[in-house]
C-alpha cells in the first residue's frame, strides 16, 4: 500500500483558510490532520469542534481529528458529529483505553491511539488488534515546527514489527518535523501515514510539496 499524505491544518493561514482547504482538495494529499489542543494536556490552544465541522462542509478527504485533550472520552459523540473519519486519542489521557477505543467504534468513527517521544510501542501489546491506526509523535505535541526526534525511526520499525507478526492491518502515523528528508526515512522503516505542517504549508509551491511527499 501507498503511503498516504496528511497535511496539518495546525499550519494553515487561519485568514484564508478556504484557500488552504480547497489547495489541500485539488492535491495528491489523503486525508485533512485536525489538531484540538486544550492548553492542559498540552501547553498550547488550537480550534475546537465548530471550526472541524465548517472544515467538514468544504473538505472532500477524510477528516483525521487528534485530540491532544484531557478525558476525550466526553467529546466522542461530538467529534462524530463534526464529520471525523478517525478520531485520535492519546494512550497518555485514557485511563481506560479499551472502553474509549470501543465507544469510538460504536459511534461509527475509526480508532486511532497517538503515543508521546516517551512512551513506548510496547504499551500498546494489548490493545494493538483493536486500533485502525497508531500515531507516533516525533516532536513533543504543543506546537508546529519542531525537531524531528531520531528515536522515532527506531519505533516505526519495532510497531511495524508488532503488527507484521500478529498478522494485523493497524497503520502507522507519524506526526513532527516531517519533510522529504525524514519523510523518506519514516517511509523505508514502515510509516504508512505522514502528517506534514510547516513543510506543505511554508513551502512556496504547497501542492508540489505534496506530491514530492507522496511520491517518497
Same mark, same amino acid.
Given at each position: 500500500?501507498?503511503? &498516504?499524505? +496528511?497535511?496539518? =491544518?495546525?499550519?494553515?493561514?487561519?485568514?484564508? /483558510?478556504?484557500? #488552504? %482547504?480547497?489547495?489541500?482538495?485539488?492535491?495528491?494529499?489523503?486525508?485533512?490532520?485536525?489538531?484540538?489542543?486544550?492548553?492542559?494536556?498540552?501547553?498550547n490552544i488550537s480550534f475546537g469542534f465548530p471550526?472541524?465541522?465548517?472544515?467538514?462542509?468544504?473538505?472532500?478527504?477524510?477528516?483525521?481529528?487528534?485530540?491532544?485533550?484531557?478525558?476525550?472520552?466526553?467529546?466522542?459523540?461530538?467529534?462524530?458529529?463534526?464529520?471525523?473519519?478517525?478520531?485520535?486519542?492519546?494512550?497518555?489521557?485514557?485511563?481506560?483505553?479499551?472502553?474509549?477505543?470501543?465507544?469510538?467504534?460504536?459511534?461509527?468513527? &475509526?480508532? +486511532?491511539?497517538? =503515543?508521546?517521544?516517551?512512551?513506548?510501542?510496547? /504499551?500498546?501489546? #494489548? %490493545?494493538?488488534?483493536?486500533l485502525d491506526m497508531v500515531l507516533l509523535m516525533?516532536?513533543?505535541?504543543?506546537?508546529?515546527?519542531?525537531?524531528?526526534?531520531?528515536?522515532?525511526?527506531?519505533?516505526?520499525?519495532?510497531?511495524?514489527?508488532?503488527?507484521?507478526?500478529?498478522?494485523?492491518?493497524?497503520?502507522?502515523?507519524?506526526?513532527?518535523?516531517?519533510?522529504?528528508?525524514?519523510?523518506?526515512?519514516?517511509?523505508?522503516?514502515?510509516?504508512?501515514?505522514?502528517?506534514?505542517?510547516?513543510?506543505?504549508?511554508?513551502?512556496?509551491?504547497?501542492?508540489?510539496?505534496?506530491?514530492?511527499?507522496?511520491?517518497?
Open positions: 500500500m501507498h503511503h &498516504k499524505i +496528511a497535511p496539518s =491544518l495546525l499550519s494553515a493561514d487561519f485568514l484564508n /483558510l478556504q484557500a #488552504d %482547504i480547497e489547495m489541500v482538495n485539488n492535491s495528491e494529499a489523503d486525508w485533512f490532520h485536525c489538531d484540538v489542543m486544550d492548553g492542559t494536556f498540552v501547553p471550526i472541524i465541522k465548517q472544515i467538514s462542509k468544504m473538505a472532500k478527504k477524510p477528516l483525521d481529528v487528534h485530540l491532544m485533550i484531557v478525558n476525550p472520552d466526553q467529546y466522542i459523540p461530538v467529534v462524530k458529529d463534526a464529520g471525523a473519519y478517525m478520531m485520535n486519542v492519546h494512550y497518555e489521557a485514557c485511563v481506560h483505553l479499551h472502553r474509549t477505543i470501543a465507544a469510538i467504534h460504536d459511534a461509527g468513527m &475509526k480508532a +486511532a491511539v497517538t =503515543l508521546n517521544p516517551h512512551t513506548p510501542v510496547s /504499551l500498546l501489546e #494489548d %490493545i494493538l488488534q483493536d516525533s516532536v513533543n505535541p504543543g506546537f508546529g515546527g519542531q525537531k524531528f526526534i531520531e528515536r522515532t525511526l527506531d519505533k516505526v520499525s519495532c510497531l511495524k514489527d508488532m503488527i507484521v507478526r500478529r498478522g494485523l492491518h493497524t497503520l502507522i502515523e507519524v506526526d513532527g518535523g516531517v519533510n522529504l528528508e525524514t519523510g523518506k526515512r519514516l517511509v523505508d522503516a514502515g510509516a504508512d501515514v505522514l502528517v506534514a505542517g510547516n513543510a506543505v504549508f511554508a513551502d512556496a509551491n504547497p501542492t508540489e510539496m505534496i506530491h514530492k511527499l507522496k511520491s517518497l
